[in-house]
C-alpha cells in the first residue's frame, strides 16, 4: 500500500526558506512531485522530478525552489528560498507508479508573512 507523508511546513517571513520532506513507502515511483493549493485556487504543480533525476518547475518557482529524492529512501524534498507571501499553500507531495497511478499525501501549511 502506497502512503506519502510529509513535513517540514510552518510560519516563515518573506525572504526565508523552508525544507519540504517526503516519505514514501509501497511502491516505485516513476515520478515525484510537490503541488500546492492556496486558498480559493486550484491545485497547482510546483515542481516534478523523475525517478532519473529530470526536474520541472512551475514559472513562479524557477531559481527560487529546488526538488530532489533520495530513491533509496524513497524520500522526496522541495527546498524553498527566497518565500514570498503568494507562496502560502498547503504543499502536497505526489507519487506517480510505473502504471500512472497518482497518490498524495496528507498535506503540509506553508505560511509566509510579509
Known amino acids: 500500500q502506497v502512503q506519502l507523508v510529509e513535513s517540514g511546513g510552518g510560519l516563515v517571513q518573506a525572504g526565508g526558506s523552508l525544507r519540504l520532506s517526503c516519505a514514501a513507502s509501497g511502491s516505485i515511483f516513476r515520478a515525484m512531485s510537490w503541488y500546492r493549493q492556496a486558498p480559493g485556487k486550484q491545485r497547482e504543480l510546483v515542481a516534478t522530478i523523475t525517478f532519473a533525476g529530470s526536474t520541472t518547475y512551475a514559472d513562479s518557482v524557477k531559481g527560487r525552489f529546488t526538488i530532489s529524492r533520495d530513491n533509496a529512501k524513497k524520500m522526496v524534498y522541495l527546498a524553498m528560498n527566497s518565500l514570498k507571501p503568494e507562496d502560502t499553500a498547503v504543499y502536497y507531495c505526489?507519487?506517480?507508479?510505473?502504471?500512472?497511478?497518482?497518490?498524495w499525501g496528507q498535506g503540509t501549511q506553508v505560511t509566509v508573512s510579509s
Open positions: 505526489n507519487a506517480q507508479t510505473l502504471y500512472y497511478d497518482d497518490y
